[in-house]
C-alpha cells in the first residue's frame, strides 16, 4: 500500500510525519524512558509470550483430544480417513481458530480501544489493520484447509483418495462445507479491506465484517445437531464472539504494549473484557448444559472432564483481569508499563490452552448423541418435541429460551435503565411514559420469542403469523415511542480524550451516516415494510428460513427491524432524518394501511398452500388441515393491523396539534417581541404581503394590461 493511505497531516505542514515514522518516534521516546532492565525484560516477553502461548494450546488440545475420545482408533469395518487427517483436523482447526482470534482483536483495538488522528486510525492503529490483513489471509487459507480436512473426515477418505469435485460439491450443498466456505470468503474479504484505508470508519466495519466472519462454523457441529436448537446454537455464537473479542483484544495490546497510548487503552479493554467475561460464562454454561444433559455428566463422562478443565480455566481468567483492575491498571497510569506485559504473557498463555481445550471439546462425542439413529424426525426438525394441542396454559407456559433475544431484552432494559438513573442523578427529568413504553415493547417482544407461543409459531402458520404481526407493529410502536436515541445521546458521557470514539460518538455517526438517511427516507422504509410482506409469503424464502436456526432468527429480528424502520418515520422521537409534514405521515400511513389490508385480503383468496415442504413435515395430528390453518392465519393478518393502526393515528393527529400550538407560540412570541421592539415579526411582512397581492389584483389598470 502506497503512502497516500497512511494517516498523515497535509505534505505542506512542517509537523506532518508519516505513520511509520510517528510509530517509530514514538516507540524510542518510550524505549529512552524506560530503565535497560525493564527493556531487557519486554524483549524476553516479546519472545516468551507466542511461543508459551503455543505450546500452552497445543498440550492441552493434545490432553484433551485423549480424554475426550477423539484420537480413538476407528473401529474395523469402518471407513477411516487416517493418521494424517485424524491428527491434522484439530491443529489446523485450532489454527483457524487463533488467526480469527488475532484478526479480531487487532481489528477491535485499532477501531475502538486506540485513540485516532482526526478520521485515521491512530499510528499504531495503522499498524494494528496491516497486522489484522496478514492474519485475515492465512484465516482464509486455513479454513479452506479445514473444509477439505472436514471432507476426508466425514467420508473417511484419506486425502490422497479424496476428488476435488467431492470437495467442491461439499462446500456448496452440505452445511458445514457452506458454512467453511462463507467464512473463507468473508475473511479474505476482510485482508482485503482492512489494507485498502486507514479512515476510522473502515475500521469499525470491517472489524463489524470479521465478528460475523466468526460465526458461520457455530452454526454447524453439535450445537446444530443437538436437541434446543435455540439455546445450543445462539450460546455457542455469543460464546464464540465473546471469547474472540476478549483473547484478540488481549494480544492486540500486547502487541502496542510501548505506546504511551497503552493505558487509556486497557482502562477501556478491562471495561471491554469485564463484560465479554460474563458473556463468556453464561453462555458457556447455558451450551455445556445443552450438550451435557444432566449434571451427573460432568464427573461420569469424557466430555464432561473437559467442561470442568474449561470452567477452572474461566476461574483462572476471572481472576488475571480481577489482578488487571487492581494492580495493573495503576502501575500504567504510574508510567511502569512493563507491568502490563508480565501478567498478560501469563493470562493469554491460559487463554491458550483455553483455546486448545475448545477444539478438542468440539472433535468429542457428547454424551447426548446429536445424530442418533433412532431420534424423533420432529425433534430433529425444531429442536423440541411436536408440542400437545394449544391452550392458554401452554401458550403462555412451557417457554422455549432463545438466548439471542433474551440477550437482547436483557441489555435492552439495563441500559435503558441505567440511562434513566443517570438523568435522575445528574437532575434532568425523562418521561415515566417513554419508560414504560420500552419497557413493554421488550417484554412483549421477550414473550412472543421465548414463551410457549414460539413452538406453536414452528408449526402452525396461524401461531406464525400472529408473532409476525406482534413484532412487526406492536412491538415496534412500543419501543420507537420509547426514544431509546435520545436517552443515550443524553446519558452517554463524552470521552476525556477528543481523539477517542465512545459509544456516544459512534451513535451519533450511525445516526447521521448516509445508510440511515437512505433507510429512513420515508418510501424506502415503506418499502422495505410492504416488500417483504409479499416477498416472504408468496415466495420459497418462508420454508427456507423455517428450516434453519440462523434463517428463523434473521426473519424474526427483520420483522422487528422494519416496523422500527416504518413507526420511526410515522411517529418517532429520536433524532436523525428530518421529519415530513405531518399531513404527508398521515398520507404514508394510509398507503401503509392499505398494503397491509391489501397483504391480508390476498392472503385470505389464495388456496395454495405456503411453504408446502416444511408445513407438511411438521403438522400435528391435532391441527385442522393445512389450508384451514393458512386462513385462520390470513383472517389474523387482515384483522390484527386495525388496532395498531387506529393507535398509530391518533399519536400521529396528537403531534400534529402539539406541533400547530408550538408554531402558533412562537408565532405570538415574536409578535410580542416585535411589539416591545417596533420591529416587524415575520407574520406582519406576511399580512403585508397579502395585502399587497389583493390591492394589486384590485388595480383596474395592472388587471387590463394583463
Known sequence: MSDTHSPRLADDDPSATSTVTRTSTATEAYAGSVPATARRRGSVVSWSVPVAAVLSGAVLLVLGLRVGGALTTALPGLPDAGPITTRALPVVRLLS?????????????????????????????????????????????????????????????????????????????????????????????????????????????????????????AFTGHSAGAG??????????????????????????????????????????????????????????????????????????????????????????????????????????AGRHWAFGRLAAGELTVFAATVGLAVALSRSPTPIPTDGVDADPITELLGFPMPAAPTAEHLLGQPLPDLFFLTLCALGVGGYLAGVRRLRVRGDHWPLTRTASWLGGLLLLAAVTDLGVARYAYVLFSAHMAQHMVLSMLVPILLVSGAPVTLALRALRRPADPQVRGAREWLLIAVHSRVSRVLTHPLVALGIYTVSLFGLYFSDLLGVLMRSHLGHLAMLTHFVVAGCLLFWVLIGIDPGRRRLPHPLLVLIHLASMMAHGFFGLVLLQTTTVLAPDWYTAVHPTWAASLLADQRLGAGIAWAFGELPAVVVMIILIRQWIHADKREQGRLNRAADRADATGAEDDLARYNAFLAAAADSDSDPRRTAGR
Open 228 to 333: 434446543n436448537h435455540q439455546v445450543a446454537v445462539t450460546s455457542l455464537a455469543l460464546h464464540v464472539l465473546a471469547a474472540a473479542v476478549w483473547i484478540g483484544g488481549l494480544v492486540a495490546l500486547l502487541m502496542v504494549r510501548r505506546s504511551r497510548l497503552l493505558p487509556d487503552a486497557v482502562a477501556r479493554y478491562s471495561r471491554l473484557a469485564l463484560g465479554c467475561f460474563v458473556a463468556v460464562s453464561v453462555s458457556g454454561l447455558a451450551n455445556a448444559a445443552v450438550r451435557l444433559g444432566a449434571v451427573d455428566h460432568l464427573w461420569q463422562s469424557r466430555y464432561g472432564w473437559l467442561v470442568l478443565g474449561k470452567l477452572a480455566a474461566l476461574l483462572i481468567l476471572g481472576a488475571l483481569g480481577a489482578a488487571h483492575r487492581v494492580r495493573t491498571l495503576p502501575a500504567l497510569r
Open 97 to 217: 481458530d487463533g488467526l480469527a482470534t488475532v484478526t479480531v482483536g487487532m481489528l477491535v483495538t485499532a477501531a475502538f480501544l486506540l485513540p485516532g488522528d482526526g478520521r485515521s486510525v491512530a499510528p499504531h492503529g495503522y499498524l494494528l489493520l496491516r497486522r489484522a490483513g496478514v492474519a485475515a489471509l492465512g484465516w482464509s487459507v486455513t479454513a479452506l484447509a479445514l473444509m477439505v480436512l472436514t471432507v476426508s473426515d466425514l467420508l473417511g477418505q484419506p486425502l490422497a483418495t479424496l476428488r476435488p469435485a467431492t470437495v467442491v460439491s461439499f462446500a456448496t450443498t452440505i452445511s458445514q462445507g457452506q458454512s467453511l466456505t462463507v467464512q473463507a470468503g468473508l475473511a479474505l474479504t476482510v485482508a482485503v479491506l482492512s489494507r485498502s484505508g486507514v479512515s476510522r470508519g473502515l475500521a469499525a466495519t470491517v472489524t463489524i465484517l470479521a465478528l460475523v466472519a466468526v460465526l458461520p462454523p
